[in-house]
C-alpha cells in the first residue's frame, strides 16, 4: 500500500480538477429523487444532512460551527494551515481551569453542564494516547467490533499488523447459539435502537448474560492492516453490549486502562464545577447532584474509544445506558478535527455544531448528559502537523511513530469515557452490592 499523505493541506478541494468532476458527476447520476418528507427532517437530522454534503463541501456551514481554537493564539498555525474554519459564538464564557498550566475551557449557556478544554492533550500526550488506544485499548480481553467475525490474534491487530502483516486472521465461524447482529451497521458502526434509559431499577438486566452477535457467514481470511481500515470501535473498562445497547457486567473486562482514567479524572479536577452549576442547581432534583464532590469521586469505570475513517460518521444519539446520569462524560479526539452536533432532550431541538479539534477534551455532563449527540463530518485535511511531522524539542523515535501517522492519515480517533455508577454503588463484575 503506498504511504498516504496529509490530504488537501491549505485549500479547498479544486472544484474544476478532473477528479472532483468525476466525483461530482457519479453523485448526481446517484441522487435520488428529493423525498417528499425532506422537508419534514427534524432540525437534528436537517443538520446532519447539511454537514455530510460532498458536493459542495459544506465549508461555509462549518464557519458557523463553534471553533474556540480561534481564542487561542498558540493555535494560529494548526487552525490557518487547515481549511476548515468555525466562529466564536455570542454568550460563549471562558472558565479559569484549576490545572495551571492548561488555563483554558469554554461553556455555552444554552448548554448547561457542556465545558469544552481545547487543546486539553499536548502534541506528545496526544501521541501517547493514540499508541494507547491503537496497542492497548483495541486488544483482548476489550472487545472490538472486529471480534463478532474475526478471531483475532491475543496481542491484538496493532501489534499483528506490526510484526506478522502477512499473517492471514480467520473469519469466526457461524455458531448456532450467537444472534443476528441487529446493532451493527454495515461496516461494525452503530444503529439506533430504542432501549429504555439505564437507572437503578434496570440494574438486574445489567447482570444478565447477554448473547453474543452472530459472525458474517461470508467473510475471507484478511491482513491483519486490512482489518485494521475497519476497526470502528473497541470497548474499555465495564463490556458494552451493541446489541441490547446496555453494559454486559456478567463479562469480565479490565477497567479502564490507567493513563485514560488518569487523564479524563485531570480533565474533571480541572473545571471550576461552581462556575459551571450555580449552589441552587445542586439541590435535590437540581441539575447535577453532587458535582461539588466531583473533583474527588469521579472515577470511570466505561468507554468506548471510536475509530472514525474520513467518511463515516456517527448519527444522532443519546447515551443513556449509564446508571449515573449526570456525571461527566469525558471525550478526548485526536487526529482529523470533526464537526460535533449537541442537540437537546429531543431531535426537534437545533443542535450546536462544534468543531472538534485533536487534544480537545469535552465533558458533557448534568442536563445535557443525556441529550442527542453524533458527529455528521470528519474534516478531511485538518490533521495537525505535529501529528505528521516530527515533534519540535522532543526526543521521540519517529520511526516507532511512523506507522501511527500512517494510521491517523486517514482518521479520526475519539475516547469516550464514562462513570456508570454513582460512587458507593458497586455491582457485578465490578464489586459485589446489589441494591435494595
Ligand atoms: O466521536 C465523538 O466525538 C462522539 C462519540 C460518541 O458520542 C459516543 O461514543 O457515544
Ligand atoms: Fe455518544
Avoid at 142 to 160: C, F, I, K, Q, R
Avoid at 420 to 430: S, T
Amino acid at each position: 500500500m503506498p504511504e498516504p499523505t496529509r490530504t488537501g493541506r491549505s485549500c479547498p478541494p479544486d472544484t474544476s480538477s478532473p477528479s472532483y468532476r468525476k466525483a461530482l458527476k457519479h453523485h448526481l447520476a446517484t441522487l435520488q429523487p428529493v423525498s417528499s418528507s425532506s422537508s419534514s427532517l427534524s432540525p437534528f437530522r436537517g443538520a446532519e444532512k447539511r454537514f455530510k454534503t460532498r458536493f459542495p463541501p459544506p465549508v461555509e456551514e462549518v464557519r458557523g460551527a463553534l471553533d474556540v481554537a480561534l481564542l487561542d493564539s498558540a493555535r494560529e498555525g494548526e487552525v490557518t494551515e487547515g481549511w476548515w474554519r468555525g466562529c466564536v459564538h455570542e454568550g460563549v464564557r471562558e472558565v479559569r481551569l484549576r490545572d495551571k498550566e492548561r488555563t483554558r475551557g469554554y461553556v455555552v449557556p444554552s448548554v448547561p453542564g457542556l465545558v469544552i478544554l481545547p487543546a486539553f492533550l499536548l502534541p506528545r500526550e496526544q501521541r501517547q494516547l493514540v499508541r494507547c488506544c491503537l496497542q492497548d485499548a483495541a486488544k483482548l480481553p476489550n472487545e472490538t467490533n472486529l471480534d463478532t467475525h474475526y478471531v483475532l490474534p491475543s496481542e491484538g491487530l496493532w501489534a499483528a499488523a506490526r510484526d506478522e502483516p502477512d499473517e492471514s486472521i480467520l473469519p469466526r465461524a457461524v455458531s448456532a447459539t450467537t444472534i443476528p447482529s441487529e446493532a451493527e451497521g454495515e461496516r461494525g458502526r452503530r444503529t439506533l435502537i430504542a432501549n429504555p434509559p439505564a437507572s437503578v431499577g434496570s440494574l438486574a438486566d445489567l447482570l444478565s448474560p447477554k448473547a453474543a452477535a452472530a459472525p458474517s457467514p461470508h467473510l475471507p481470511p484478511s491482513l491483519p492492516g486490512e482489518l485494521l481500515q475497519k476497526l470502528r470501535w473497541a470497548n474499555i473498562g465495564a463490556s458494552y453490549h451493541w446489541t441490547s445497547k446496555s453494559y454486559d457486567l456478567s463479562r469480565c473486562s479490565p477497567p479502564v486502562p490507567g493513563e485514560v482514567a488518569v487523564l479524563c479524572k485531570r480533565a474533571v479536577r480541572a473545571v471550576p464545577w461552581e462556575e459551571v452549576y450555580t449552589p441552587a442547581d445542586s439541590a435535590p432534583g437540581g441539575q447535577a447532584p453532587g458535582w461539588e464532590r466531583w473533583a474527588e469521586d469521579y472515577a470511570p469505570d466505561a468507554g468506548i474509544v471510536n475509530f472514525y475513517g474520513l467518511a463515516d460518521t456517527l448519527m444522532a444519539h443519546v447515551d443513556h445506558s449509564e446508571v449515573d446520569c449526570t456525571r461527566p462524560l469525558v471525550s478526548i479526539s485526536l487526529g482529523h478535527a470533526c464537526v460535533f452536533l449537541l442537540g437537546g432532550a429531543t431531535r426537534d431541538v437545533p443542535p450546536l455544531p462544534i468543531l472538534l479539534r485533536s487534544g480537545d477534551a469535552l465533558l458533557m455532563s448534568g442536563p445535557c448528559r443525556r441529550w442527542y449527540h453524533g458527529v455528521p463530518r470528519v474534516l478531511e485535511g485538518s490533521l495537525p502537523g505535529y501529528l505528521w511531522d516530527a515533534l519540535e524539542g522532543e526526543d521521540e523515535d519517529e520511526r516507532e511513530w511512523a506507522p501511527f501517522r500512517t494510521y491517523l492519515a486517514r482518521t479520526r480517533i475519539n475516547v469516550n469515557v464514562r462513570q456508570v455508577f454513582p460512587p458507593g454503588m458497586e455491582v457485578g463484575g465490578l464489586a459485589g452490592v446489589t441494591p435494595e
